[in-house]
C-alpha cells in the first residue's frame, strides 16, 4: 500500500508488468489491529504503542514515540524476570489523555526447572500520557503473594530516530550519524545527527534510579513484602531538558494533559441518546478529534490522523471541521484562519504552489526538510481551495460571525482567482489537476491512488482530469461566496458569483450526468471524455446542491443499490466496475467520512430515511472496533448476518475525519440547521435511525447564547422539544 497524502495511496505508480512502484509504500505486512494498538496524541507528539504498552519497531510497525515527523523512541519492552508480562486489560481513557494497562507475571523457572513464582501473583500497572514533547509513565508494582518477592523489573529501550516516511517503507541512500548513547545518573541520552545537520536528542529519565543501566536497558530490583507495592516513574523527553522529578513530572504532566483536553472539549456541544452503544461511540468520537487538535497561533486545528498523517493536513482538517461544525465551530474559524496564513502567494512547481491556493500537507521530518519528498509545505490537492472558500461561507452561516470573514475576505478572493485562473487550465469553466512537481501526487483529488480515476473498461484516466466533486465544491464556493459578498455589502459581486455558480450547475449536468449509469461519472480525462463509472463522488453532488433535483432521485437510488450500499456504507466505487476490490484504497472501499458527505446530500434532497441507513451503517460498524473507535477506512465486503466489517490493513486509526461521521451524518438525519440572522433553529422532516428513539443535543451554540434540545420518537413521527434555552431563540419544526 503506498501512499503520499492523509488520505492516499497516490504513491503507487504503475510499474513494468502491472505490478506497482512506489517510492514511499506503507508496507501491509500485517493488519495494525491485530495488535490492537493504543495511540496517544498532544500537541506535536504521538505515540503508538501495542496492547501491552510495548513499543516493538519492525517492518511496517509504526508503534514508538514520534515528535514533529520523527521517530525518538522505536522500542520499549516492559519484562519481568526477563519474561513478557501476561496482559490482563488494556484501555485509554475516554478523554484519550492516559493510557492503562494491566499486567500480570507469567509462571517463573529458575534454571533447574522449578517453578519459582506461579503466574498472577504480582500486578503491574501501567499509566502513561504526553505532555509537552514528552511521555510520561508510572509503573505500579504491587506483590499479591503470601511471602515476600524479590523480582528485577527490566526495560529495554531503544530509538532509529526514523523520519515518518522511512517508517512508512521509503528506503534512502544515506542516513545521518547515530550516537554513542550517553549514561547519566538515572537515566540515559540517545541522538542522532541527522543530513539536515539537525541533532535530535532522546533523553529517558527513571525515579527512583535504576539498579542497572546501560545505553540500551535498565533493570530494578524490587524486594517486596505480601501487599507491598513500588511505585517506578519513566520520562522520555523529546529534544527537551531534563526533568528534575520524573515523579512529579508524571502527575504534572497529567494535571495539566487533563484539564487541556477537558478546557478545549469543552467548547463542543453534547450528544445524548437512548443508545448506551451510540452514546459510547460519540463519547469516543469526541474524545478522538480533541485529542488529534494541536493548537496553532491561529486558533485549533485537527490533525488528520495516527500514526501516518499526526500534521497539518488542508483538505482532510476543512472537511472535519465542516462535519463537527454545528458542534464546535471554533474549529472552523481555526482551520479557515491557519489555511488563510499559509495560502500561496507564488509559483512554486516543485511544491505545486500557485498563488491563492490552499495548502495539502506540511512536515517537519528531515526528509521533508532535504526535499527527499516534497511535503515540507505542499499544496498538490486540487478540492481544498473551493473547500476552504466553502467552509468560510458554512462558518458563517452557522455563526454570523461577519469579522472574521472580513479579515479572510482577502485570502478568500485569492482563492476565488485561483479556482478561475490556475484551477481551469483550458478555460473550459472546469477545475483540472496536472501535477507540476515531478514527484508530487499524481492524482490530487480526496482519491488520490494512482488508479483511483478510470474509464469504464479499467483504462487509467489522462489528466488533466476534471473530478465530479471537485466541480460541485466549486459550484458551492461560489455559492457560498455570493451570501458573504452580500453580507460584506457588495451586492453586486454577490450577484455575479451567483450567476457563476448557476451557469457551473448546468454546464456540469451537462457534461457529467449519465442516464444510462444513472449517476454522474466519476471526472472528465483530459479529452473531456466522461469516466463512466459508478462511484460515491456522486454522493459529493448532491451534498453541495451542484445536482439539478430531477436528478437526485436516480443518484439516490444508484448509491443505495446493493453494488454500492454495503451494508456498512456507501462503497468508493460500486461492485462490477472494472477496478472494483473491495480491498484496495480508493477502489470498493468504505470510508467513514465520505459517507458522512454522502448522508448530508442524500437529506439535503429530502432523502433522509436513506442518510439514516448510512448512519445505521457507520455505527453498527463502530460496534465491532476496539474502543468503539472508527478507522480511516474498512474493507467494502458486503456485510453478512452475524459479521462485522473486514478491516482495511493499515488503516489510520483514530483519524479526525472519521471520528466525526457518526456526529455529522447525525445532522442531516435530524434536519437541524440554525440561521443566526433570525436566531431560528430549525428541524425539517425529522427522522430518526432505527435503533434510536430519543437523541438530546445540549449547550448548540447559537447568538447571544445555548440552547439544550430533545428529539422523540413517536411511531412515523419525531417530536421536538425544548429543554432549555438562554436567549431568545425561535426552534421550528416541519413535519
Known amino acids: 500500500m503506498a501512499t503520499g497524502s492523509a488520505d492516499s495511496g497516490a504513491w503507487a505508480t504503475p510499474a513494468d508488468g502491472g505490478g506497482l512502484q512506489a517510492p514511499f509504500v506503507i508496507p501491509a505486512t500485517a493488519l495494525l489491529q491485530e495488535r490492537r494498538p493504543r495511540t496517544l496524541k498532544q500537541g506535536d507528539t504521538f505515540a503508538v504503542f501495542d496492547h501491552n504498552g510495548d513499543a516493538i519497531a519492525g517492518p511496517g510497525s509504526p508503534e514508538g514515540l514520534y515528535h514533529r515527523d520523527t521517530r525518538y523512541l522505536s522500542g520499549f519492552a516492559l519484562t519481568i524476570e526477563g519474561a513478557c508480562p501476561i496482559l490482563l486489560s488494556s484501555t485509554v481513557r475516554d478523554d484519550n489523555a492516559v493510557l492503562s494497562c494491566d499486567l500480570t507475571n507469567p509462571d517463573l523457572y529458575g534454571d533447574d526447572g522449578h517453578c519459582w513464582l506461579d503466574h498472577d501473583l504480582l500486578h503491574i500497572g501501567r499509566s502513561r500520557l504526553l505532555w509537552q514533547a514528552g511521555c510520561f509513565e508510572r509503573l505500579i508494582v504491587r506483590n499479591y503473594d503470601m511471602i515476600r518477592r524479590r523480582v528485577r523489573i527490566g526495560i529495554a529501550f531503544g530509538a532509529d530516530f526514523a523520519d515518518i516516511f522511512e517508517v512508512r517503507g521509503a528506503r534512502r541512500a544515506r542516513r545521518g550519524t547515530m550516537h554513542p548513547a550517553e549514561l547519566e545518573r538515572a537515566g540515559v541520552v540517545l541522538s542522532y545527527t541527522g543530513l539536515d545537520d539537525r541533532r535530535r536528542t532522546t533523553r529517558i529519565m527513571f525515579d527512583p534510579p535504576p539498579d542497572r543501566l546501560a545505553g540500551d536497558r535498565v533493570e530494578f530490583t524490587l524486594d517486596l513484602a505480601p501487599r507491598e507495592r513500588r511505585s517506578l516513574f519513566v520520562a522520555i523527553l523529546c529534544d527537551r531538558e531534563a526533568e528534575r522529578e520524573p515523579c512529579l513530572g508524571f502527575f504534572r504532566a497529567m494535571r495539566n494533559a487533563r484539564r487541556a483536553l477537558r478546557r478545549s472539549a469543552s467548547r463542543a456541544a453534547a450528544v445524548s441518546t437512548s443508545h448506551e452503544s451510540f452514546n459510547e461511540t460519540v463519547r469516543r468520537s469526541v474524545s478522538d478529534i480533541y485529542m488529534l487538535l494541536t493548537d496553532e497561533p491561529e486558533g485549533p486545528y485537527p490533525y488528520a490522523g495516527i500514526p501516518w498523517y499526526s500534521t497539518v493536513f488542508g483538505r482532510d482538517a476543512l472537511i472535519t471541521a465542516w462535519e463537527v461544525l454545528w458542534l464546535d465551530p471554533m474549529i472552523a474559524r481555526g482551520v479557515i484562519s491557519y489555511l488563510a496564513a499559509n495560502q500561496a502567494v507564488d509559483i512554486e512547481p516543485e511544491s505545486d504552489a500557485e498563488p491563492g491556493k490552499i495548502l495539502h500537507e506540511v512536515r517537519h521530518g528531515e526528509m521533508a526538510e532535504l526535499g527527499e519528498v516534497p511535503f515540507r509545505r505542499y499544496y498538490g490537492s486540487v478540492d481544498a481551495t473551493p473547500l476552504f472558500v466553502m467552509l468560510c461561507g458554512a462558518y458563517f452561516g452557522q455563526t454570523g460571525d461577519l469579522a472574521t470573514i472580513r479579515t479572510l475576505w482577502k485570502p478568500i478572493e485569492a482563492a476565488l482567482r485561483w479556482i478561475e485562473t490556475f484551477g481551469d487550465r483550458d478555460g473550459d469553466g472546469f477545475v483540472e489537476y496536472e501535477r507540476q512537481a515531478a514527484n508530487g501526487l499524481a492524482n490530487q483529488g480526496w482519491k488520490d491512488s494512482y488508479d483511483a480515476v478510470f474509464h469504464a473498461d479499467g483504462t487509467l484516466a489522462e489528466g488533466p482530469i476534471a473530478l465530479a466533486e471537485v466541480q460541485a465544491y466549486v459550484y458551492a464556493a461560489y455559492v457560498a461566496a455570493a451570501t458573504m459578498a452580500r453580507a ?248
Open 488 to 735: 460584506l455589502g457588495d451586492a453586486v459581486r454577490g450577484g455575479a458569483f451567483e450567476a457563476k455558480a448557476d451557469a457551473l450547475r448546468t454546464k456540469f449536468d451537462a457534461a457529467f450526468f449519465d442516464a444510462a449509469l444513472g449517476t454522474y461519472a466519476i471526472a472528465l480525462d483530459g479529452r473531456k471524455r466522461p469516466c463512466r463509472v459508478r462511484s460515491s463522488n456522486a454522493g459529493h453532488a448532491l451534498f453541495t446542491g451542484i445536482a439539478f433535483e430531477d436528478r437526485a432521485a436516480v443518484v439516490a437510488s444508484t448509491l443505495m443499490a446493493p453494488a454500492s450500499f454495503s451494508g456498512w456504507g456507501v462503497r468508493t466505487i460500486a461492485s462490477g466496475e472494472a477496478r472494483y476490490n473491495p480491498m484496495s484504497y480508493h477502489n470498493g472501499s468504505v470510508w467513514p467520512h465520505d459517507n458522512a458527505l454522502v448522508a448530508a446530500g442524500l437529506a439535503r434532497y429530502g432523502y433522509r430515511r436513506d442518510a439514516a441507513r448510512i448512519l445505521e451503517g457507520i455505527f453498527d460498524a463502530s460496534l465491532y472496533l476496539d474502543l468503539s473507535r472508527l478507522p480511516e477506512l474498512i474493507c467494502g465486503f458486503g456485510r453478512q448476518r452475524s459479521r462485522g466489517p473486514t478491516f482495511y490493513p493499515v488503516a489510520c486509526i483514530p483519524q479526525a475525519w472519521a471520528a466525526a461521521a457518526p456526529l455529522s451524518a447525525l445532522r442531516p438525519c435530524l434536519g437541524f440547521d440554525f440561521d443566526p440572522a433570525t436566531n431560528i433553529v430549525s428541524f425539517d422532516h425529522p427522522v430518526l435511525p432505527r435503533f434510536l428513539q430519543e437523541v438530546r443535543l445540549s449547550r448548540i451554540a447559537v447568538v447571544g447564547g445555548t440552547i439544550d434540545i430533545a428529539l422523540y420518537g413517536t411511531g412515523s413521527q419525531v417530536v421536538v422539544d425544548v429543554l432549555r434555552r438562554d436567549t431568545a431563540v425561535k426552534v421550528v419544526t416541519t413535519t
